[in-house]
């Protein structure tokens, strides 16, 4: 078949015959000759440690896929097999997105490994749409275009771009809709499916991977999105697709299938190949049939299967079948490459970091000021407390009771402010999914990310409730009603919240599970409260475990707070006050021998507690000291955020 002939069959969207051709010729034909685009997977093993602890102790491997080979052509490429046979670990390899440490085997793009760029030039829509649910249809797709687009391309084309997604994907009338969040009920499933594929095909992918693209939608819907799908394979984009069971009118609209059986290939080619080769093993079609349904029942484990008399074993049948035999020929002469070189390792992003910030940035500030119920919450509820607080302890006097009073009402600031962070986890975790499936995608770097979105979501998520409780606590208990006593319990408040924040962000970049993250945090936080200096005297303590006080945030808080407030105040029993100027007339007073104190001072109380405060250092020593803990935090959860895993 000459190399027009088949330039002319894609463009007739007559794929079969090029299939053909390619089954019994496709080493003689070079991509870059011919024109035509393809993936080739060659001979793919994929074997997963069963236990594998930081790379270091293996166990014994489950292999996955074994000796996988096929070739994808423009056009709808569906991968089916029964449940857990390997579909999804297929599509995410041909897609780079499994661990290429346990991958053995090619996958080539047009002959040749896939480029750095590999997974920006591709699409992935995953099983579970990840949406921005404030934003609207439109505004997510911009989104996608904004970042992924080349940098230079002006706005105005971008937007024409989206606009020619939103239309193919037959969007136009849900454009302007949000896509919806718990609150507030948006577009449909299969809306959300479309937008979510409009998302990647605005970028003009040539290969788009879809995992299970019908889960959740009706036959209706599902047809009607294969049928999308197809029209946009015909314009020369490779499809492929994970899916369970098509119905007819869904099988009938596949170019190739590739069907899988416990990890190996039954059969891989055209569907029309597909029909004649288990014709040709003995296993006619029925008329009616769908030969979806047909194949996977047929390749079915039950032994019961009405269809079969006596067991098959595919795989090896496929494999000893001539089908087979010309189809390992699909790996081109010139792509005899080393497996190292293949290895995608980088990813090389359409825009520059200063655009990403900008466009994530903007996004953030959106959705916050469109979902504003957790923030309204969160202050309200600070308000709340502190108004309970500012009642319990109101108006402290300058008596020994008063003293026992602040120190107590400045512990229960501090507590509030540190566990009022728990709640930062399950938005944490949620937004992680997005994250990871953003930057998988080649949207924007972890460092655009961790600034634009964790920063300015996490200062004024965390601080306006201080702010605002923190002022009313302050002003309600008779703190010190000095400026600049009042600006350094502000600040100490707010980089105690800022430090506590860091563990729930830290702990949910390091684990998946939200029950295991919420944990950890308040083990942390209780472990940490302990250490604060109200529960137990830290002078008390054995000197080798007196160290401890200063890993903990509550500690730290409490100092510069103690010293704030305490330092320079006398605490005096009423009957003895002075008049006027509220110092004791009498220091002390006697019963016999005895003599007790009448007076207290807040150095003595500080020096009891063993908090250090001579020094105008010691004030500022506990606020450095939690600057520095939520320095360190917020790098190492942007460390964790780099190396969290975003292959599967
Ligand atoms: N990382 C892993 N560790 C252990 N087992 C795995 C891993 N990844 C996949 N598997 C197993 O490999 C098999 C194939 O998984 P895969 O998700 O690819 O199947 P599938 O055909 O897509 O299934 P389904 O249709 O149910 O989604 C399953 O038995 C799965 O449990």
Excluded at 10 to 29: A, G, M, P, Q, Y
Excluded at 454 to 476: E, H, Q, S
Excluded at 543 to 556: E, G, H, K
Aim: one cysteine or more; hydrophobic letters at 45%; glycine letters at 6%.
């Amino acid at each position: 078949m000459a190399i027009n002939d088949i330039n002319r069959k894609l463009l007739s969207n007559d794929f079969s015959s090029i299939h053909e051709h390619k089954l019994v010729d496709s080493v003689s034909i070079d991509s870059e000759e011919d024109g035509i685009v393809r993936l080739a997977y060659h001979k793919i093993d994929y074997a997963v440690p069963k236990i594998d602890i930081f790379g270091l102790i293996k166990f014994k491997e489950k292999q996955i896929l074994k000796n996988v080979s096929g070739i994808m052509y423009p056009g709808l490429n569906a991968i089916m097999g029964p449940t857990g046979s390997g579909k999804t670990t297929l599509l995410d390899i041909l897609a780079a997105r499994k661990d290429k440490r346990y991958i053995e085997g090619e996958v080539l793009m047009n002959d040749k490994p896939r480029s750095k760029q590999f997974k920006c030039i591709t699409g992935y829509v995953i099983q579970d749409d990840c949406l921005m649910g404030t934003l609207s249809v439109r505004e997510n797709i911009y989104f996608s275009a904004s970042l992924r687009l080349r940098n230079n391309m002006s706005s105005k084309k971008k937007r024409a771009k989206v606009q020619e997604a939103i239309e193919k994907l037959g969007l136009l009338a849900v454009a302007d809709t949000k896509i919806g969040t718990e609150f507030a009920r948006g577009v449909s499933g299969g809306e959300r499916k479309r937008t979510h594929i409009a998302m990647e095909l605005v970028i003009a992918p040539s290969v788009l991977f879809l995992d299970e693209p019908t889960t959740g939608l009706d036959a209706f819907t599902a047809v009607n999105l294969m049928k999308i799908l197809k029209k946009i394979g015909e314009e020369g984009k490779i499809i492929i697709m994970a899916i369970h069971q098509p119905r007819y009118a869904i099988f009938n609209l596949f170019d190739s299938i590739t069907l899988l059986s416990h990890g190996r290939t039954v059969y891989q080619g055209t569907t029309r190949e597909a029909i004649e080769y288990f014709s040709s093993q003995g296993y006619e079609c029925p008329a009616r049939e769908n030969p979806a349904d047909f194949f996977l029942d047929l390749i079915a484990d039950d032994e019961q299967n009405y269809l079969k008399n006596v067991p098959v074993n595919w795989p090896d049948r496929y494999e000893f079948s001539n089908t087979l035999q010309m189809r390992i020929q699909t790996k081109p002469k010139h792509a005899i490459i080393q497996l190292a070189s293949n290895a995608i390792t980088s990813t090389n992003y359409a825009s520059n970091i200063f655009w990403q910030t900008f466009v994530v940035g903007k996004r953030t500030i959106r959705n916050m000021i469109r979902s504003p119920t957790e923030f309204l919450l969160q202050v309200l509820i600070s308000t709340l407390f502190s108004i309970v607080i500012g009642l319990i302890y109101f108006q402290l006097k300058l008596t020994p009771s008063g003293l026992q009073n602040r120190a107590g009402a400045i512990f229960l600031m501090v507590t509030i402010q540190v566990f009022a962070n728990q709640s930062a986890i399950m938005a944490f975790m949620k937004e992680k999914a997005l994250f990871i499936h953003e930057n998988a995608n080649g949207y924007y770097r972890v460092s655009a990310y961790f600034f634009a979105n964790l920063m300015i979501d996490l200062f004024p998520k965390r601080i306006a409730p201080i702010l605002v409780g923190g002022t009313i606590m302050y002003f309600m208990t008779g703190f010190q009603r000095e400026f600049a006593k009042y600006s350094i319990y502000i600040l100490t408040t707010s980089v105690t919240t800022i430090a506590a924040s860091g563990f729930p962000l830290l702990y949910g970049s390091m684990v998946n599970s939200f029950a295991v993250a919420s944990l950890l945090t308040a083990v942390t936080f209780v472990t940490m409260m302990i250490f604060g200096g109200l529960l137990v005297n830290i002078t008390t303590l054995p000197t080798w475990l007196q160290w401890i006080q200063y890993l903990s945030v509550f500690r730290l808080a409490i100092i510069t707070l103690s010293i704030n407030e305490l330092k320079g105040l006398t605490f005096c029993y009423d009957e003895f006050r002075g008049l006027g100027n509220g110092t004791c007339h009498r220091e002390s007073i006697s019963f016999g021998n005895i003599n007790i104190s009448t007076v207290e001072t807040g150095e003595m109380y500080l020096k009891e507690q063993g908090i250090p405060y001579e020094n105008e250092f010691d004030l500022w020593a506990g606020v450095a000291g939690l600057f520095c803990y939520a320095c360190i935090l917020l790098i190492l959860t942007y460390v964790l955020l780099r190396i969290v895993k975003k292959e599967k």
